[in-house]
Nanobody
Framework: QVQLVESGGGLVQAGDSLRLSCAAS????????MAWFRQAPGKEREFVAA????????YYADSVKGRFTISRDNAKNTVYLQMDNLKSEDTALYYC?????????????????????WGQGTQVTVSS
């Protein structure tokens, strides 16, 4: 069983920055693929960013490329999402996901079904 706890959300203005954190339980965190998804009211949960177990590969949705950066610290069992130049359309509940099964093909990192565990989410609200 893996537990994920997100933090760092808040209310900011357009153009501001936030850093989200996701703390994970589990002794083999370094072997997990990790991802951030988000869900706005009335919309489906959508992919934001993902990172491989070794941090060698990162993946981003086109809508956040160049503004968001995903990273991980395996010594702290934590994955981060640095969000810069925030826009009103980034407003959503942000979820952290972990995959503990076999490694993913590159094309599968953006699929919600690829992840086995989810946190409760942290709210990000961007006012324009």
């Amino acid at each position: 069983q893996v537990q994920l706890v997100e933090s760092g959300g808040g209310l900011v203005q357009a153009g501001d920055s936030l850093r989200l954190s996701c703390a994970a339980s589990g002794r083999t965190f370094s072997s997990y693929a990790m991802a951030w998804f988000r869900q706005a009211p009335g919309k489906e949960r959508e992919f934001v960013a993902a990172i491989s177990w070794s941090s060698g590969n990162t993946y981003y949705a086109d809508s956040v490329k160049g503004r968001f950066t995903i990273s991980r610290d395996n010594a702290k069992n934590t994955v981060y999402l640095q969000m810069d130049n925030l826009k009103s359309e980034d407003t959503a509940l942000y979820y952290c996901g972990a995959r503990v099964r076999a490694r993913l093909a590159s094309s599968d990192y953006s699929r919600r079904a690829s992840y086995d565990y989810w946190g409760q989410g942290t709210q990000v609200t961007v006012s324009s």
